[in-house]
């Protein structure tokens, strides 16, 4: 008889916070963030363009309340793009950075 594995969601998120994005303005290479998050919790870190396509998708367990994530834009061409960070519950928030090579 088949039982399921209940999935673990890690702990319920109580804090969901883009803290800080540097640089605003990108010269390509890389952009750090700066998060406020529920340690063990879930989240998704993603980059997507203006049109909410995903292009790059990080997903990780917080492991302490202030987390700083570097994210390499290296491959992407110039333009506006959005960082949006996503809990388990689903809050999301969103950030607008440029890129300009």
Known sequence: MYTPTPMDLGRAPELTSIKAISPIVSDGKNVTVELLLTPGSKYSLQVTN??????????????AESVSKKIDVSDLPQGDYNVVLIDIKGKEIKRNITIKK
């Open 50 to 63: 203006l049109l909410d396509t995903e292009l790059k998708v990080f997903g990780f367990v917080a492991d």
